[in-house]
């Protein structure tokens, strides 16, 4: 089993729809981070999280520390949302050692 | 402020060669990173340098190293390449003292034939 497990693996959504992406881990850490990755490869930081919620426009990502478990949420989903949205843990002390997830690749359609 | 540079973008090497991998971080950040992705494997950490010091590796072979310099420019290389070592090369660096946001650079694509 992975250390960290996103769901699902492949999500299509219509614009305007609201998505969840899950990401739950099993190992203790201190900072959760969600990143999205475009066609070409760049991955760009969408939140840093220790604990909470944090909303950045559309986005918001909420973590449980307890259950080991965060959310990714788009509201009013947009085609330019299209990409690959990764979960990545970092455990603490591991000095830049992330451990990531599959991935989940997002398609909206217009 | 420019992002992370990562050069060259693309490169193709012959199996048995070896390869150079370059990457200039923000201004100010003095921790870099390296990635490793794959379709197989997805996205792997190889090492993590600080003030030209390596903290910590991930599960590569001795063939993978990296280096740090002065200006926390940071390389990496990979000796006696493999097929399987064609992949996505993405650096990282952090600013350890505001929060730890990560910044990616564009990675550096290499295909070993």
């Known amino acids: 089993k992975n250390e960290v497990e996103q769901s699902p693996q492949n999500l299509t959504a219509q614009e305007g729809e609201f998505i969840t992406i899950n990401c739950s881990y099993s190992v203790g850490i201190s900072a959760l981070h969600w990143l999205q990755q475009h066609p070409g490869g760049g991955i760009v930081s969408l939140f840093m999280l220790s604990s909470g919620k944090k909303k950045h426009g559309r986005l918001i990502a909420t973590i449980n520390i307890q259950e080991k478990h965060s959310s990714l949420h788009i509201t009013a989903s947009h085609p330019r949302d299209s990409a690959v949205y990764i979960c990545?843990?970092?455990?603490?002390?591991?000095?830049?050692?992330?451990?990531f997830g599959q991935g989940t690749i997002l398609t909206v359609h217009p | 402020k420019a992002g992370v540079t990562q050069t060259p973008r693309y490169l193709i090497k012959t199996r048995g060669q070896q390869v150079t991998l370059s990457c200039s971080p923000i201004s100010g950040h003095r921790s870099v990173s390296w990635y490793q992705q794959t379709p197989g494997q997805g996205l792997q950490f190889l090492f993590e340098y600080f003030s030209e010091t390596q903290r910590n590796k991930g599960n590569f072979p001795g063939r993978f190293s990296g280096r740090q310099f002065s200006n926390s420019r940071s390389e990496m290389n990979v000796s006696t390449l493999e097929l399987g070592d064609s992949a996505l090369y993405l650096c990282?660096?952090?600013?350890?003292?505001?929060?730890?946001?990560?910044?990616f650079g564009e990675g550096s694509w290499l295909t070993v034939v």
């Open positions: 990545a843990v970092d455990g603490g002390t591991s000095y830049g050692k992330l451990t």
């Open positions: 990282a660096s952090m600013d350890i003292t505001s929060g730890n946001t990560i910044y």
